[in-house]
């Protein structure tokens, strides 16, 4: 598990980022592979697959099951554990209000 100042930049930097927004939002109702995720998505394979296993080690996505394809081969299915998000700007202050689960995480982050 990272340090807490190392928690709090990944959690930035992923929250930041629109291939990790998209994949939250496209798993939270219903769990997905992650080959689903990328063509649905359009997000590269392997972007996808980066993006998933910081998700997961930040635990705001699960792995929740597994499913076999048509052709016969077994797919990890995940399912995002974030369902409220906020971030608001106090001065030099940006703090996150994540809603994980049915627990609440916040980060408050000193930009200066």
Known sequence: MPK?????????????DPYV????AYSYYSPKSI???SLKLDIPIASCYRKVK???KLGLIEKVGTKL??????????RSKLSQMAIEMRGSRVIIRLKVDESIVK??????
């Open 54 to 56: 910081l998700l997961e």
């Open 35 to 37: 080959p689903e995720m």
């Open 107 to 112: 980060y408050d982050l000193n930009l200066i």
């Open 4 to 16: 807490i100042n190392d928690q709090r930049s990944l959690i930035m930097k992923a929250l930041s």
């Open 21 to 24: 927004l998209k994949i939250l």
């Open 69 to 78: 394809t048509i052709e016969g081969k077994r797919v990890a299915l995940y």
